[in-house]
């Protein structure tokens, strides 16, 4: 059974900087190697949003918010994405998550890990 843990959140001050990682594990290195994986963050009292995605060929697309500042990579040999989060803003606080989004052409219904919380304070 696959799952994703995510890690490194915390309380940081406005312009400060994160690292989110995300570790997928109970799956191959080369199922990992072929999908779509995504950032997703969840506001007290909001809608989960996708932040940034990032295909098995390592093209990324982030939501209007964060671009400029967020970065998505991934280590397919460590079946792990990261988000380098910078210039943060109190807006930025939220639970994040990872999710599968694609493996190769097929669009895996979403599961979630248990999240890591981020908190920018001004």
């Known amino acids: 059974q696959v799952q994703l843990v995510e890690s490194g959140g915390g309380l940081v001050q406005a312009g400060g900087s994160l690292r989110l990682s995300c570790a997928a594990s109970?799956?191959?290195?080369?199922?990992?190697?072929?999908?779509?994986m995504g950032w997703y963050r969840q506001a007290p009292g909001k809608q989960r949003e996708l932040v940034a995605d990032?295909?098995?060929?390592?093209?990324?697309t982030y939501v209007d918010s964060v671009k400029g500042r967020f970065t998505i990579s991934r280590d397919n040999a460590k079946n792990t994405v990261y988000l380098q989060m910078s210039s943060l803003k109190p807006e930025d606080t939220a639970v994040y998550y990872c999710?599968?989004?694609?493996?190769?052409?097929?669009?895996?219904?979403?599961?979630w890990g248990q999240g890591t919380q981020v908190t920018v304070s001004s």
């Open positions: 990032i295909t098995s060929g390592g093209s990324a």
């Open positions: 109970g799956t191959s290195g080369s199922i990992f190697s072929t999908s779509t």
């Open positions: 999710r599968i989004i694609m493996i190769g052409t097929t669009t895996i219904h979403p599961f």
